[in-house]
Nanobody, 119 residues
Framework: QVQLVESGGGLVQPGESLRLSCAASGRAGRMFSITAMGWYRQVPGKQRELVAGITSGGSTNYADSVKGRFTISRDDTKNTMYLQMNRLKPDDTAVYYC??????????WGPGTQVTVSS
């Protein structure tokens, strides 16, 4: 049962922007509006890291590495979460995933979406 599907990744040059989307369905969809959600990213050989989180009430937090450049948002009417990424850097290259922000209540991971920042 598909629960989380990420989209919107791609190949961009440094300084450009991308907007990622996360569509929740199944149990993740039914619980979406009351679940704090997050965007994670992972590069080969490194642990997956949480880069942005948003509570059910809309409060947000960001990793220092993306603060001021990334904006997380959600549309509970569509069971969808977004990540607006501006001024992208090569270090932002990773596979991006969405999931619950609470590590003790994660859903099955979706396929992720590849973001590559390169000139």
């Amino acid at each position: 049962q598909v629960q989380l599907v990420e989209s919107g990744g791609g190949l961009v040059q440094p300084g450009e922007s991308l907007r990622l989307s996360c569509a929740a369905s199944g149990r993740a969809g039914r619980m979406f509006s009351i679940t704090a959600m997050g965007w994670y990213r992972q590069v080969p050989g490194k642990q997956r890291e949480l880069v942005a989180g948003i509570t059910s009430g809309g409060s947000t937090n960001y990793a220092d590495s993306v603060k001021g450049r990334f904006t997380i948002s959600r549309d509970d009417t569509k069971n969808t979460m977004y990540l607006q990424m501006n001024r992208l850097k090569p270090d932002d290259t990773a596979v991006y995933y969405c999931n619950a922000a609470n590590l003790l209540a994660l859903y099955n991971w979706g396929p992720g979406t590849q973001v590559t920042v390169s000139s």
